[in-house]
């Protein structure tokens, strides 16, 4: 096969994908999002990054949305729809990583599919956040719209404090996301699907002191057999979400309720792979192998 792949040229997983691909005997060349340019005339698109005609890929795979003004964003994943409507697969589809990107556009679809989700509040005012603090009972964690691995989470549960915050993050014009923090055990769940398929399941425990049980931030990994329930959530997590490769992650509320908290487009796989033991790039590879042979 002759792969691409949008990502950092320093990053891990591009790296390990690339390696693994490599030694399967493809192709695989790493893809910048900024070279990205189109061409449209009468019934024809083309579409290139850089000097290659993205038409001539087996399959382009995502591991990374750089950031840029919401002109660009918007205009890469116009790109990426256009190279999936020319019949080049791309993982994640285009949707679902425009889904999975905002935070509150997951949420809202969840929820309105009947998943349960934690109660959550979006909005711009800082005068409104504080209200529907109080509301959610004085205990919440803030999160960017648009972030991953736990970096940017807040959790308030001091009244002063909840208002500079939100002041704040009001003053820099950013969009204020809210979640009542889930009073379960102290510990997340992170179940990785590869196209329905369970490819592993953690547990996630946050270090002394934290309550983010992110492995980027300092938590500990173990294996986990999900309850049939927990993987009935994921897969109807990625199903609403449109995501093939998806990171689902799940807590539980104070009264032993299972909640989605995120799905994750673009996975990563380290700790979920060094707890469960299994070779998520190989089983990856193999997986789209048979989806491009068979068409």
């Not at 204020?176 to 055990?185: A, E, M, R, W």
């Not at 994750?264 to 060094?274: D, E, Y």
Request: one cysteine or more; a negative charge; charged letters at 20%.
């Amino acid at each position: 096969m002759r792969l691409g792949i949008f990502g950092q040229a320093d990053s891990l997983y591009v790296k390990i994908l690339c390696q693994a691909a490599v030694e399967r005997g493809h192709e695989i060349t790493a893809l910048p999002f900024e070279s990205m340019f189109s061409k449209v005339s009468d019934g024809r698109i083309e579409i290139h990054c850089g000097e290659h005609n993205l038409a001539s890929f087996n399959a382009l795979i995502v591991r990374t949305m750089p950031p840029g003004t919401l002109e660009q964003v918007i205009a890469r994943m116009d790109l990426l729809a256009g190279v999936e409507a020319i019949g080049v697969p791309v993982l994640n589809p285009p949707k679902a990583l425009e889904c999975a990107v905002d935070k509150y556009l997951t949420t809202q679809k969840l929820a309105l599919a009947g998943i349960p989700v934690p109660t959550t509040v979006v909005c711009e005012s800082a005068e409104t956040a504080l209200e529907q603090w109080e509301r959610m009972g004085q205990d919440v964690v803030v999160k960017p719209l648009f972030g991953a691995e736990g970096r940017g989470i807040v959790r308030v549960t001091d009244r002063e404090i909840a208002m500079r915050v939100f002041r704040a993050l009001e003053r820099i014009g950013a969009v204020l996301y809210l979640q009542s923090f889930l009073n379960g055990p102290r510990f997340d769940l992170r179940l990785l699907l590869l196209d329905g398929q369970l490819l592993g399941s953690m547990k996630r425990i946050p270090q002394a002191g934290e309550f983010r049980a992110n492995i980027s931030q300092n938590g500990t990994g173990v294996p986990h057999q999900p309850l049939d329930y927990e993987l009935y959530l994921a897969r109807e997590a990625a199903r609403v979400t449109g995501t093939v490769f998806a990171g689902v992650d799940l807590m539980y509320d104070g009264e032993g309720f299972a909640r989605v908290i995120e799905v994750n487009a673009v996975p990563g796989w380290r700790g979920l792979q060094q707890a469960c033991q299994v070779d998520v790039p190989k089983l990856f590879l193999q997986w789209l192998e048979s989806k491009v042979v068979s068409g």
